[in-house]
């Protein structure tokens, strides 16, 4: 099989490709306050928005460590990259909000109806927004009908100021990153090397069949269900293929609510619905979570060499079909996952707490689940009766493998033997 990231690099490279002749003339333009000396005390523009509206295609904007006031849309190929001067290199972006060109998602960089653009080196802060509702959208950064990359950035601030006026699943408010579309692609989004916090829905969320993400090397932290709704670091949805690997995420326990309520709140690490064929996950640390990864709806997906560890109210991973009626001929193998919880009659009620955990009766079938380690856990792997389970390794589970058939209703007790 085939990973995502070949066909998204391919496609980088052949946009690339094209911009190496498109950037032949390409200007290099500064940005920086007069103040701040960047550079050599004459920067040719004071404000992004003027160097955005100056560029020409394949421009690179060079902006000056200092705080940006800007609200950005961006339609045409270009690089934003913050620079370093004088010791400093952080230029922050913190606009207060608002809607511009009627876009249904407020957002401090919209990227839209263009490819090629590169987001560099630089902090983006959604945090002064007014919205109160699940309308409009908020999001650090939108790519919209676009195709691009985000790398070494901190993407933060994107909550709303009453979390629990959008309770709504599966797409909630407040994203750090946004990508999406509103006509076929295909869009390719690259998410590499940045730190991504303080959202209240999804840290990531990439929504659209004519998507391609590469999702990778993040730390992404959110503050799970203490916001009251449905929080997941990344989130991937109707039809849009990823590459998700090496990010490190955490996102809360349910501390104080009980673990039945958590349920109806949780936060979900890594969560896949009605993906496109052909999906990877691997080599992610999640930890802190409900589900380190959620699976609902897919074909062809491969999930390997992720860890996964301190789940509490649900499983390591929980896979269902019912999003787009079955999950099959995919692989999970390789996986790590430990200390999921908790081993009591929680569990047996909730039929949670298991390394793996299948929802029976959702389409669920012709999937290999091979060679996971699990440890410490209420159960192994459960449900698996329409897959095939070899070669997994389980340390200190109450009940290594259980299926449907011989238990339909719930599981069995959590009695120590």
């Not at 840290?203 to 730390?219: L, R, W």
């Not at 932290?221 to 490190?248: C, E, K, M, R, W």
């Not at 990864?293 to 560890?309: P, R, T, W």
Request: glycine share 10%.
């Amino acid at each position: 099989m085939k990973k995502p990231v070949v066909s998204l690099s391919i496609a980088l490279w052949l946009l690339g490709a094209v911009c190496i002749v498109a950037q032949a003339g390409a200007k290099t333009r500064t940005v920086g306050p007069a103040q701040t000396g960047c550079p050599d005390g004459k920067s040719e523009y004071t404000s992004i928005s003027a160097a955005v509206a100056a560029a020409s295609p394949g421009d690179v904007i060079e902006i000056c460590p200092a705080v940006y006031p800007e609200q950005l849309i961006i339609t045409k190929p270009l690089t934003l990259r913050g620079v370093e001067f004088n010791g400093f290199s952080r230029a922050l972006l913190q606009p207060t909000l608002s809607d511009l060109q009627g876009l249904a998602t407020e957002a401090v960089i919209t990227v839209i109806g263009t490819h090629d653009v590169t987001i560099d080196n630089l902090a983006v802060d959604a945090s002064q927004n007014t919205v109160a509702s699940c309308s409009p959208g908020v999001a650090g950064i939108h790519f919209y009908n676009a195709s691009g990359t985000v790398t070494n950035s901190a993407i933060f601030g994107a909550k709303l100021p009453n979390p629990l006026s959008c309770t709504s699943l599966p797409f909630g408010n407040g994203f750090a990153i946004l990508v999406d579309d509103s006509r076929s692609g295909p869009f390719a989004v690259s998410v590499v090397n940045n730190s991504i916090h303080d959202y209240t829905a999804n840290g990531v969320q990439a929504n659209g069949s004519g998507i391609d993400v590469e999702i990778a090397h993040n730390n992404i932290s959110g503050i799970g269900p203490a916001t009251g709704i449905f929080q997941f670091a990344v989130f991937l949805l109707n039809g849009t293929v990823g590459y998700i690997h090496d990010n490190i995420i955490t996102e809360g326990l349910c501390g104080s609510i009980d673990p039945t309520d958590c349920i109806n709140i949780r936060s979900e690490g890594i969560t896949l619905r009605a993906i496109g064929d052909g999906t990877v996950v691997e080599h992610n640390y999640i930890s802190n979570a409900q589900s380190g990864i959620f699976i609902n709806g897919a074909n062809n997906l491969k999930v390997s060499k992720n860890v996964i560890s301190n789940i509490d109210a649900m499983s390591g991973m929980d896979i269902q079909g019912s999003a787009s009626g079955s999950f099959t001929n995919s692989h999970i193998s390789g996986n790590s996952i430990g200390n999921v919880g908790p081993i009591n009659a929680y569990a047996s009620n909730n039929e949670e707490g298991c390394g793996i955990n299948e929802y029976s009766g959702t389409g669920v079938s012709g999937n290999e689940i091979t060679d996971n380690t699990i440890d410490d856990a209420y159960c192994g792997v459960a449900y698996v009766s329409a897959d095939f389970v070899q070669g997994d390794a389980y340390f200190n589970t109450l009940y290594t493998e259980l299926n449907a058939d011989l238990y339909p209703t719930t599981f069995p007790p959590a009695t120590e033997p």
